[in-house]
């Protein structure tokens, strides 16, 4: 193991992240790191997930996570790499974590060593479309990432880049010059009794959110370029991008969509109780300011009259949180219904159009929207 700097990040992943860096800076590129919301302690276990549009990005998100945040990020490369002479010397030195995805068992091992890591304080990237995009748009995400981050009880730190698909992509294969990347690294709020599959939606919803903001504000627009998403000349998908689609792509949409819900309802929530807990401060400062002044019965009535204003503002954050719970609540259940309608009607209209006299007569019912291809030539 190669010798750790005073930030403790291995010696051999500085070299490696800091030659992919100067080769960059070679052709002119420039990285603008935004940081939204708070900024967690160095020793917080993370689980850093990102878009993957570039062999480059994961070089990229170590480095802005190591300035900004000042975490280490071992990432989980393939096995394959470790067997390569010098890129597996440096693997090993870097701290990565193989993943021996043609075995069995080589996952559960990488899994199990990544939350070895997480709970010894550590960080740990994760790209979970589980390969490069091939069109330029955001793949369905697979759900070890939020697995990982809850069996481990680590915060999860969402990096979305947007501009790195402009060196070593399936649309360029050297560096552009004076390329820009935006790059945005958000810190999810914890929602406690979350599963693995409502904290994916919530990743994949801030991906896109953040990759609609960056394409909008990105100072080299240009839709007419190849690289610009969705890529008019796109790759051929890999297996795991084929396999991601075809079993992730529904489910996704609808996570992202209860995500996107359940985001905004934490957004109001957090509003909320950063309101009340300011008017609680100021009416403590105000008791305290006014108490030098005060005969000794008013500054009692005042201490009072401030603990009857901390309970209300109490009172009033569990009526938000109850009252944002039951509309979580209601929305579920009015999207269950309505999913349940929808298949109720797809039965109904299959078993109209497998109907033995409608298919000797030739007919159709009204009911179903599309006609049936076992009808006989010249059915209307």
Request: glycine share 6%; net charge negative.
């Amino acid at each position: 193991m190669f010798a750790r700097g005073q930030d403790g990040t291995p010696w051999a992943w500085r070299w490696v992240v800091g030659a992919v860096l100067r080769v960059l800076r070679l052709f002119g590129w420039r990285v603008a790191v935004q940081v939204h919301g708070e900024v967690p302690p160095a020793d917080t276990p993370l689980v850093v997930v990102a878009n993957h549009t570039s062999n480059v990005d994961p070089f990229l998100v170590a480095e802005a996570v190591r300035r900004h945040v000042g975490a280490f990020v071992r990432p989980l490369a393939k096995a394959e790499v470790f067997d390569v002479p010098v890129l597996g010397f440096l693997a090993r030195g870097a701290g990565a974590i193989p993943v021996a995805r043609e075995h069995g068992d080589g996952r559960a091992q990488a899994y199990d060593a990544a939350v070895s890591v997480l709970r010894d304080g550590g960080t740990v990237y994760v790209a979970p479309e589980g390969t490069i995009t091939h069109d330029g748009t955001l793949l369905p995400l697979r759900h070890g990432a939020a697995r990982l981050a809850l069996d481990a009880g680590a915060r999860v730190l969402v990096a979305t880049s947007f501009g790195a698909q402009r060196a070593f992509s399936p649309v360029a294969r050297l560096p552009h010059r004076d390329a820009h990347v935006g790059l945005v690294l958000d810190l999810l709020p914890r929602d406690d009794g979350e599963d693995a599959a409502a904290l994916t939606g919530r990743m994949a919803a801030t991906m896109l959110q953040r990759t609609e903001e960056l394409r909008a504000s990105y100072p080299q627009a240009d839709p007419t370029a190849p690289w610009w998403p969705p890529y008019p000349t796109p790759g051929t998908p890999t297996a795991t991008a084929r396999e991601n689609l075809e079993r992730y792509r529904d489910a996704m949409a609808e996570a992202v969509e209860t995500a996107r819900s359940r985001m905004a309802e934490l957004a109001v929530s957090s509003e909320v109780e950063t309101r009340l807990r300011r008017a609680g401060d100021r009416a403590r400062e105000l008791a305290d300011h006014a108490a030098d002044r005060l005969s000794p019965q008013a500054r009692d009535r005042a201490a009072e009259l401030a603990e009857q204003a901390r309970e209300l503002a109490h009172e009033l954050q569990e009526v938000a949180h109850d009252l944002g719970e039951q509309a979580r609540v209601r929305a579920t259940d009015a999207r269950d219904r309505a999913a349940d309608a929808r298949d109720r009607a797809a039965e109904a209209r299959e078993r109209l159009r497998e109907s033995p006299l409608d298919r000797i007569e030739g007919r159709v019912p009204e009911e179903a929207s599309v006609p049936d291809d076992d009808a006989p030539p010249g059915a209307d």
